[in-house]
């Protein structure tokens, strides 16, 4: 199949056709960790954009979507690396069948823990990842042993979902691994994944979350033992 021009032009001009906050851009930068321009798009008007893409272009084969996927995972802006995660999440053959290199070179370039979360949070769920466990449990510990924290928080937020449906020996086990390697660190960028992936495990197995903590609380940040404490105790994640 011959493949279409990537429409990046097209997809950016419509990004700032959007209604978007024109936020203060220090402080917006600052609290996404990003150096991108950010527009301010609702979250909601993304999601609608990247429906209505994955919708008006479902005959492109693979090659298509990843030249697209690589360029607005280059973009300048926030809000196209922000669509390029959301657009991951719709494009379900295509996630099953990438190659997770080809994911480790989207996430090695993304900075701060909004343009990771986007395509790490959402995405594969506990049966694509379980399917593929041969791959995925060592390119998740890879990913926990970069130099580059935002693929360190990457091999955490990509178990979230996973988790939270799923007691699978082999998930819990990764999950744990990559937690013990990495719960020394003070960046907010990972004792807050951390915390989230502990939390993501207390609906499935929330005995392995308590043992887990007994014999580890010394070595967690304090606020993630009070957040998961909390999410054990009510069931909700700390103030």
Not at 118 to 127: E, I, M, N, R
Not at 131 to 145: K, N, V, Y
Request: net charge positive; proline share 4%; hydrophobic share 40%.
């Amino acid at each position: 199949m011959r493949l279409p021009p990537v429409p990046l032009d097209d997809i950016t001009d419509q990004l700032h056709a959007l209604p978007n906050s024109n936020p203060d851009q220090a402080f917006i930068r600052r609290y996404l960790g990003t150096p991108r321009q950010v527009l301010g798009v609702r979250a909601d008007d993304l999601r609608k954009l990247a429906r209505a893409t994955a919708q008006a272009n479902q005959g492109w084969d693979d090659a298509a979507w990843l030249a697209l996927l690589d360029a607005l995972y280059t973009g300048d802006l926030f809000e196209q690396r922000s669509l390029a995660g959301l657009l991951l999440g719709l494009l379900h053959p295509l996630r099953r069948r990438l190659d997770l290199a080809h994911l480790r070179d989207w996430l090695a370039q993304q900075a701060g823990w909004a343009e990771v979360d986007t395509t790490c949070q959402s995405s594969w769920t506990d049966k694509e990842v379980l399917a593929r466990s041969a791959e995925w449990d060592p390119f998740l510990e890879e990913l926990s042993r970069s130099e580059s924290i935002s693929l360190r928080r990457a091999s955490l937020v990509l178990l979230v979902k996973p988790l939270r449906h799923n007691a699978d020996a082999r998930l819990t086990q990764r999950a744990l691994a990559n937690v013990q390697r990495l719960q020394g660190e003070r960046d907010r960028m990972i004792t807050k994944a951390v915390s989230w992936v502990l939390r993501s495990m207390v609906a499935a197995q929330p005995e392995t979350v308590r043992r887990y903590l007994d014999e580890n609380a010394g070595e967690l940040q304090s606020t993630v033992v009070r957040e998961v404490q909390k999410k054990l105790a009510t069931g909700r994640k700390s103030g």
